[in-house]
């Protein structure tokens, strides 16, 4: 047991210089009302006391929140009015474990609103939940809606959260067939029609033309639907369901459905959910915009993952990093007309004067169902609405897609980069798409480089043109899946069919380097597991140029290969050196985003043998710190403890903050144990006035903690000691 020198001292209390502070809050008021612990929060609303206090919102302070808190339409549930004092002092919203903030919808200008704050952490904690109730295209509500706002901040962190159902949307159903009589149409679905009488929907693809379009539900039950149409005749197929976009015929504007709108600098999204969102991660930037973080995120039920754009003149943005982040299933967001199009990333711009340098997407997973409705995994805009962006790297990527559809831009396509574009050492495994769907579609980009990427299952392969500066494009892997029309690489516009010796040659003519000159091509379908992982029998293994020169700075990640959206640890990668000979050289990397990781061999057959397993004793566990102690002086009487001599607790209560501790902690005071319960780096102790008897002068206790070592019981039941082999 490691003794700690913080004394707890037993006086008068004398004025104390302000310091952090915690504060908690539910529902309602609860206990005491003193906002000391869950059992006795504050209302979050108190007009005192309340989360919207601007004497709670001081630097340092911790602002908990415990149990279910409801909120209504519209809501905003706090609007932070002061700042953090650095990275060290911030004010921080957390989750106490198993606590659910949520409103039937939060309004459009967030839930939670941190514009032009700096140094606010908002933390889920273990389990935290943020949520709507009630929005979306089959329930009561259909409304813009914003979980945390954080627009124009500086070191704003968003972690550990579950932020669900901003709107839940819904595919869209079959239509068996419409029957007008001039004023109103009758729809027949193929399954319950869905939406609500009120709701604005569109009508696509049914053979009478008349039928199609944007209309308002009269009344729905079970599968018929109607509303009013003046077409008198009958038309068969299509679908129905909520259609995006502005104005009034559309359901919801899904640009305005986020988890989180953001932007500034140095700020961070980490270890966040977010589901049912249209625009989920949202950043529209303004000038000056630097360094800003969104890793290891998981987003799925969406249309845009993440939104990297700006609608400001004169804006111009720096590095943002993008990582081990997996994205997935954005069916459940189609529309009848595809409205709106699914992109796990999508950047562009809608002003003059503006861009961005230096963009980082790295190590992410997309996978899954992604409907009918994509545009792209990724999509860097260029034309009209370009992102204008200068220096963009891509690497160690993994698109695992489940459904064939023709995706109209390719998986990882780019179409903007001034500077230099980087793609290298991504994976996209499809399930064998017969259209010209791309693997790559890289062009209008600027000293260009496409190196150790795999292509496998795609009809269309890759798309390349319109570069400037100088163009390397070699040590990729293709197959030899083709699309229906036999056109599998496009090279500056046009189509090279699908022999690999001929998208070479057109390659080669262009003047650009490499050419695929170490490339290869694979039998379809390539050696890759589910998880489009490499076999054994993959030909890329050992293929790949080693970039170990680049990896540093911003690109250290590419030494080792990919986290695959931060679902397992990455293998290194062979040190810098120079690939000679690809396929023997063990310098040369693996293609793709993974390395391959060889099992061991089964072993030989052996005489039979007894076998003892021999465990090392567990080491000492790391013993903790404490960090403060929360009050270190209270007056002692005979009905407790108290800070004001009004207000007693009995038993005594102390917080104390700690490094290295959880709720196994021991804890003593003067030598006799003490109950603590834990939660994120705090222990809440209970002192029976047993152990603090009624002082008549100035006297002192001490606190000890300490980390008890576990030895299991060896035994065959529940750890293996003993055992047989043989042949």
């Given at each position: 047991m490691k003794k700690l020198g913080l004394l707890l001292a037993l006086a008068l209390l004398c004025a104390l210089p302000s310091r952090a502070?915690?504060?908690?809050?539910?529902?309602?008021?609860?206990?005491?009302?003193?906002?000391?612990?869950?059992?006795?929060?504050?209302?979050?609303?108190?007009?005192?006391?309340?989360?919207?206090?601007?004497?709670?919102?001081?630097?340092?302070?911790?602002?908990?929140?415990?149990?279910?808190?409801?909120?209504?339409?519209?809501?905003?549930?706090?609007?932070?009015?002061?700042?953090?004092?650095?990275?060290?002092?911030?004010?921080?919203?957390?989750?106490?474990?198993?606590?659910?903030?949520?409103?039937?919808?939060?309004?459009?200008?967030?839930?939670?609103i941190a514009n032009s704050r700096s140094f606010i952490v908002i933390d889920g904690g273990s389990n935290g939940i943020f949520q709507n109730t009630g929005n979306g295209d089959q329930l009561a509500n259909q409304q813009q809606s914003v979980g945390v706002s954080a627009t124009g901040s500086t070191s704003v962190v968003v972690k550990n959260l579950a932020i669900k159902n901003m709107f839940v949307h819904t595919a869209p159903v079959s239509i068996t067939s419409i029957t007008g009589n001039g004023t109103t149409a009758t729809v027949t679905c193929a399954a319950t029609c869905g939406l609500v009488t009120g709701e604005k929907f569109h009508v696509s693809n049914n053979a009478n033309s008349g039928f199609n379009g944007d209309f308002t539900v009269a009344s729905t039950s079970g599968t018929t639907l109607t509303y009013l149409n003046a077409t008198n005749a009958t038309g068969a197929g299509g679908s129905l369901g909520c259609s995006f976009g502005s104005g009034g015929t559309k359901c919801v504007d899904h640009n305005f459905v986020n988890a989180i709108t953001i932007s500034g600098t140095n700020n961070t999204i980490q270890s966040v959910t977010m589901n049912q969102c249209g625009f989920c991660v949202k950043h529209n930037y303004g000038n000056l915009d630097d360094n800003n973080n969104y890793s290891k995120n998981e987003i799925f039920d969406f249309d845009h993952g993440f939104m990297y754009a700006t609608a400001n003149s004169n804006a111009h943005a720096t590095n943002v990093f993008m990582d081990s982040n997996k994205l997935h299933d954005t069916k459940s967001w189609d529309t009848p007309d595809c409205s709106g199009h699914h992109d796990g990333l999508h950047a562009f711009g809608a002003a003059t004067n503006y861009g961005y340098t230096g963009l980082y997407f790295t190590n992410n997973s997309i996978y899954g169902d992604w409907g009918s409705c994509i545009t792209a995994g990724v999509f860097i805009e260029g034309g009209a609405s370009a992102a204008n962006a200068t220096n963009e790297y891509f690497y160690n990527n993994v698109v695992n897609i489940t459904t064939s559809v023709l995706v109209t831009q390719g998986y990882i396509a780019a179409f903007s980069g001034a500077g230099e574009t980087k793609v290298m050492y991504n994976t996209v495994?499809?399930?064998?798409?017969?259209?010209?769907?791309?693997?790559?579609?890289?062009?209008?980009?600027?000293?260009?480089?496409?190196?150790?990427?795999?292509?496998?299952?795609?009809?269309?392969?890759?798309?390349?043109?319109?570069?400037?500066?100088?163009?390397?494009?070699?040590?990729?892997?293709?197959?030899?899946?083709?699309?229906?029309?036999?056109?599998?690489?496009?090279?500056?516009?046009?189509?090279?069919?699908?022999?690999?010796?001929?998208?070479?040659?057109?390659?080669?003519?262009?003047?650009?380097?490499?050419c695929d000159s170490h490339g290869r091509q694979d039998t379809y379908p390539l050696a890759l597991n589910s998880d489009a992982s490499p076999q054994v029998t993959f030909g890329g293994i050992k293929w790949g140029i080693n970039l170990g020169s680049i990896a540093s700075g911003n690109l250290a990640s590419l030494q080792n290969d990919s986290t695959v959206g931060n679902t397992r640890t990455p293998l290194a990668r062979p040190a810098t050196a120079t690939c000679v000979t690809p396929g023997t050289d063990a310098n040369c990397w693996d293609l793709g985003a993974m390395q391959f990781a060889a099992g061991s061999p089964a072993p030989p057959p052996t005489p039979a043998q007894f076998i003892i397993a021999a465990y090392p004793l567990p080491a000492s566990p790391t013993q903790p710190t404490i960090t403060s102690l929360s009050p270190t002086k209270t007056y002692v009487t005979n009905k407790g403890c108290s800070q004001d001599g009004v207000k007693w607790l009995n038993p005594c209560t102390f917080r104390i903050s700690c490094t290295n501790c959880d709720g196994t902690t021991l804890v003593t005071l003067d030598g006799t144990s003490v109950s603590q319960t834990y939660s994120s780096g705090v222990m809440t102790v209970t002192v029976p006035l047993s152990l603090l008897p009624v002082p008549s002068q100035i006297t002192q206790h001490t606190f000890t903690a300490s980390n008890p070592t576990n030895v299991p019981l060896l035994s065959r039941a529940s750890i293996p000691s003993f055992r047989i082999q043989g042949n």
């Open positions: 502070a915690d504060f908690f809050y539910a529902n309602t008021a609860q206990g005491g009302n003193t906002g000391a612990d869950c059992a006795n929060a504050f209302a979050w609303n108190d007009g005192t006391n309340g989360v919207n206090a601007s004497a709670k919102q001081a630097a340092g302070n911790k602002l908990h929140l415990c149990g279910t808190i409801t909120l209504g339409t519209a809501a905003t549930f706090v609007t932070f009015v002061n700042s953090g004092a650095s990275v060290g002092s911030p004010i921080t919203l957390v989750w106490e474990t198993g606590a659910i903030l949520q409103a039937t919808y939060w309004s459009s200008s967030g839930g939670i495994k499809l399930p064998g798409n017969a259209d010209l769907t791309s693997c790559y579609n890289i062009g209008s980009t600027n000293n260009t480089t496409i190196y150790g990427n795999v292509c496998g299952g795609a009809g269309g392969r890759g798309n390349f043109g319109n570069f400037t500066g100088t163009t390397t494009l070699d040590y990729n892997q293709w197959d030899t899946k083709s699309d229906a029309g036999g056109n599998c690489w496009i090279i500056q516009g046009s189509f090279t069919g699908c022999s690999f010796a001929s998208y070479k040659t057109a390659c080669n003519t262009q003047g650009w380097t490499g």
